[in-house]
């Protein structure tokens, strides 16, 4: 079969390419006078159904266009009435979605009852993709700016972690905006290679001499921040796990323990975060003192004036104190590190520092059954004394 039988075609190496004339109306809508595309095939039969196909879509395009509809069978070509080329196939004349309204879209329907802290991350990671590029709508990013905004973090001193979480914070609106608004875009900012090595340090479990040392300063300064440091010392939690207790989560007595649960002023981190930790040594003490002087709902006032329990602002203060005493190459977190690591010197089984720890045990087993009973963690948690 011959090429001139093939309607609105032409050929180049062995492939059949569509061709067709803009009509002089409508040239104001296109960057180009002449539509050419790859019709893909070789065949010269599924050349003419295929270019019989689009030379009909395109008749009806047209019609609509002239009547003020934007179906468009060729959008490679087409551009707005300004004249400004469109950079993808999706900005035709749907209305675009500029990045202020996205955030506010994703917060009105996402961020009911959250923190502060939440709004203060999702905006901070949007003060960053600003500084990255100037781009304005959602509809315009690209693959290209994913990767260039992952540099742009790592630059500025960020940590591989640090630039996951805020990579999970602008794809996770991305893909609520993409669905909510039916935007027929993939999002940029999924499977984009991150090194979480990269700028990274590992938190340093900190030596039982400087625990010893911290306590024995935390004795002689009876406030409420140093007490909140001193419940970690010999528990092992999490800094926002103790800042978020209730006065009734401590159980003094025979069997003294904390009670970690979830409070509407502070979640867990994991279902297995909710435990029973038998209160031995100078977080005995503390707690005592806590309850002593607590005359709230909420044993630490200082860190829950607001809703929420406000543990970044205990973590700030706590770790500049800490600096001065033990060095700068230590923080609060270094205690929960410490703690697996003195239990396993005592030869503690790894199901029992789990368990106490808030840790999950991996294993199906272990999802059975209520867990180590009191008498057996009070045993172990005694050697650490």
């Given at each position: 079969m011959e090429t001139k039988s093939v309607p609105y075609s032409f050929r180049k190496n062995g492939i059949f390419y569509f061709t067709r004339r803009v009509p002089q109306d409508l040239r104001a809508h296109y960057s180009t006078r002449r539509i050419a595309f790859s019709l893909k095939t070789r065949s010269a039969k599924m050349a003419i159904v295929r270019a019989q196909t689009t030379s009909t879509k395109l008749d009806q395009h047209w019609h609509f266009l002239r009547v003020n509809s934007f179906?468009?069978?060729?959008?490679?070509?087409?551009?707005?009435?300004?004249?400004?080329?469109?950079?993808?196939?999706?900005?035709r004349y749907e209305k675009k979605h500029q990045i202020k309204e996205v955030i506010e879209h994703y917060l009105k329907h996402k961020g009911q009852n959250k923190s502060k802290t939440f709004q203060g991350s999702l905006n901070r990671a949007f003060?960053?993709?600003?500084?990255?590029?100037?781009?304005?709508?959602?509809?315009?990013?690209?693959?290209?700016?994913?990767?260039?905004?992952?540099?742009?973090?790592?630059?500025?001193?960020?940590?591989?972690p640090s630039v996951k979480r805020v990579f999970s914070t602008i794809r996770a609106v991305f893909n609520f905006c993409i669905s909510e608004f039916d935007i027929k875009m993939s999002n940029p900012f999924t499977n984009v290679f991150i090194d979480r090595q990269l700028g990274s340090q590992k938190r340093q479990p900190i030596p039982i001499h400087d625990i010893r040392h911290v306590q024995s300063k935390i004795s002689k300064i009876n406030d409420e921040p140093r007490l909140l440091l001193g419940l970690i010392t010999d528990t092992g939690m999490r800094l926002a796990e103790a800042a978020g207790l209730a006065k009734d989560d401590i159980h003094l007595g025979d069997r003294p323990?904390?009670?970690?649960?979830?409070?509407?002023?502070?979640?867990?981190?994991?279902k297995s975060s909710e435990r029973r930790i038998p209160l031995v040594g100078n977080s005995l003490f503390c707690a005592e003192k806590l309850v002593k002087n607590c005359e709230a709902v909420r044993l630490f006032s200082q860190y829950n004036k607001q809703e929420k329990t406000n543990a970044n602002s205990a973590s700030a203060a706590l770790n500049k104190w800490l600096k001065n005493v033990i060095g700068k190459e230590y923080t609060v977190?270094?205690?929960?590190?410490?703690?697996?690591?003195?239990?396993?010197?005592?030869?503690?089984?790894?199901?029992?520092?789990?368990?106490?720890?808030g840790w999950h045990t991996d294993g199906v087993g272990h999802q059975y059954g209520k867990g180590f009973p009191d008498e057996i963690l009070i045993k172990w948690m005694k050697k650490l004394e």
């Amino acid at each position: 079969m011959e090429t001139k039988s093939v309607p609105y075609s032409f050929r180049k190496n062995g492939i059949f390419y569509f061709t067709r004339r803009v009509p002089q109306d409508l040239r104001a809508h296109y960057s180009t006078r002449r539509i050419a595309f790859s019709l893909k095939t070789r065949s010269a039969k599924m050349a003419i159904v295929r270019a019989q196909t689009t030379s009909t879509k395109l008749d009806q395009h047209w019609h609509f266009l002239r009547v003020n509809s934007f179906e468009h069978p060729a959008f490679d070509n087409f551009r707005a009435t300004s004249r400004k080329r469109s950079s993808s196939p999706h900005e035709r004349y749907e209305k675009k979605h500029q990045i202020k309204e996205v955030i506010e879209h994703y917060l009105k329907h996402k961020g009911q009852n959250k923190s502060k802290t939440f709004q203060g991350s999702l905006n901070r990671a949007f003060r960053y993709l600003k500084q990255s590029s100037q781009k304005a709508y959602l509809e315009d990013f690209r693959k290209a700016d994913a990767t260039k905004f992952r540099d742009f973090l790592f630059a500025k001193n960020l940590a591989g972690p640090s630039v996951k979480r805020v990579f999970s914070t602008i794809r996770a609106v991305f893909n609520f905006c993409i669905s909510e608004f039916d935007i027929k875009m993939s999002n940029p900012f999924t499977n984009v290679f991150i090194d979480r090595q990269l700028g990274s340090q590992k938190r340093q479990p900190i030596p039982i001499h400087d625990i010893r040392h911290v306590q024995s300063k935390i004795s002689k300064i009876n406030d409420e921040p140093r007490l909140l440091l001193g419940l970690i010392t010999d528990t092992g939690m999490r800094l926002a796990e103790a800042a978020g207790l209730a006065k009734d989560d401590i159980h003094l007595g025979d069997r003294p323990f904390i009670q970690v649960k979830p409070h509407p002023w502070r979640s867990l981190k994991t279902k297995s975060s909710e435990r029973r930790i038998p209160l031995v040594g100078n977080s005995l003490f503390c707690a005592e003192k806590l309850v002593k002087n607590c005359e709230a709902v909420r044993l630490f006032s200082q860190y829950n004036k607001q809703e929420k329990t406000n543990a970044n602002s205990a973590s700030a203060a706590l770790n500049k104190w800490l600096k001065n005493v033990i060095g700068k190459e230590y923080t609060v977190h270094g205690f929960r590190h410490s703690f697996r690591d003195r239990l396993r010197a005592v030869e503690c089984p790894s199901e029992i520092i789990d368990q106490l720890g808030g840790w999950h045990t991996d294993g199906v087993g272990h999802q059975y059954g209520k867990g180590f009973p009191d008498e057996i963690l009070i045993k172990w948690m005694k050697k650490l004394e």
